[in-house]
T-cell receptor, first 110, second 113 residues
Framework: EDQVTQSPEALRLQEGESSSLNCSYT??????LFWYRQDPGKGPEFLFT???AGEEKEKERLKATLTKKESFLHITAPKPEDSATYLC???????????FGKGTSLLVTP | ETGVTQSPTHLIKTRGQQVTLRCSSQ?????VSWYQQALGQGPQFIFQ???????GRGNFPPRFSGLQFPNYSSELNVNALELDDSALYLC????????????FGPGTRLLVL
C-alpha cells in the first residue's frame, strides 16, 4: 500500500532561520511527487512536481529535492509569510490520485 | 485565466440529509478530482472524472457519488450524511487525464450536526 509520512508534524522557526521538511514515501512505482502549501481554511496551492531521483526545483526561498525514498523541502531564510502547512503527495504509476501525507505545520516568527 | 471555483463556501446539514457540492474546473482542464480533508489530516481521494466518466475511486462508500458535465464542471453528492462527513471538500482540476499536476479550488466546508 502506498504510504507518505511527513516530519516533523510542526516546526517553529525564527525569521531567517533555515530548515528542511521531510517527506518519506513508499509507492509501487513513482509517477510523481508533489509539494503543496495550504493556508488555514484554504485549498492547497501547488508548489513543485518532482519525477525522478536527483531532481531539484526552486522557487523563491523554497527548494525541493528527491531521492528514491524521500523528498526534502528546504526553506532558506524564511519570512513570516511562509507560515502555512506544507503537504507532500505521491502518485503511483498505476493511477492519477494524489496520496497525501498529513503535512508539516510551519510557523515563522519575526 | 480563471482558477478552480467551488460553491458553496460553507454548508451546515443534519445527519441523514443529502448534500450537493459544485466545482468549476480551471479553463481548458478536462479532468476533475474530489478530495475530503478532515481537520489536521491530508486530503483523501474520493474519485476522479474525465470527460464525464468516473476514472478512478478511492475508499469511499457508494453514498458518495459524482457527475461531470460537458463543460467539465462537476458535482459531488453525498447521501445519508453522517457526523464523520464533516470536513473540507476539495475539488482539483488537471489539464488532461494523464496530467498529474492538479490545481485545487478553495474548498467547501461541510458541517454535519
Amino acid at each position: 500500500e502506498d504510504q507518505v509520512t511527513q516530519s516533523p508534524e510542526a516546526l517553529r522557526l525564527q525569521e531567517g532561520e533555515s530548515s528542511s521538511l521531510n517527506c518519506s514515501y513508499t509507492v509501487s512505482g513513482l509517477r510523481g511527487l508533489f509539494w503543496y502549501r495550504q493556508d488555514p481554511g484554504k485549498g492547497p496551492e501547488f508548489l513543485f512536481t518532482l519525477y525522478s531521483a536527483g531532481e531539484e526545483k526552486e522557487k523563491e526561498r523554497l527548494k525541493a529535492t528527491l531521492t528514491k525514498k524521500e523528498s526534502f523541502l528546504h526553506i532558506t531564510a524564511p519570512k513570516p509569510e511562509d507560515s502555512a502547512t506544507y503537504l507532500c503527495a505521491v502518485t503511483p504509476n498505476s493511477g492519477y490520485a494524489l496520496n497525501f501525507g498529513k503535512g508539516t505545520s510551519l510557523l515563522v516568527t519575526p | 485565466e480563471t482558477g478552480v471555483t467551488q460553491s458553496p463556501t460553507h454548508l451546515i446539514k443534519t445527519r441523514g440529509q443529502q448534500v450537493t457540492l459544485r466545482c468549476s474546473s480551471q479553463s481548458g482542464h478536462n479532468t476533475v478530482s474530489w478530495y475530503q480533508q478532515a481537520l489536521g489530516q491530508g486530503p483523501q481521494f474520493i474519485f476522479q472524472y474525465y470527460r464525464e466518466e468516473e476514472n478512478g475511486r478511492g475508499n469511499f462508500p457508494p453514498r458518495f457519488s459524482g457527475l461531470q458535465f460537458p463543460n467539465y464542471s462537476s458535482e459531488l453528492n453525498v447521501n445519508a450524511l453522517e457526523l464523520d462527513d464533516s470536513a473540507l471538500y476539495l475539488c482539483a482540476s488537471s489539464l488532461r487525464k494523464n496530467q498529474e499536476t492538479q490545481y485545487f479550488g478553495p474548498g467547501t466546508r461541510l458541517l454535519v450536526l
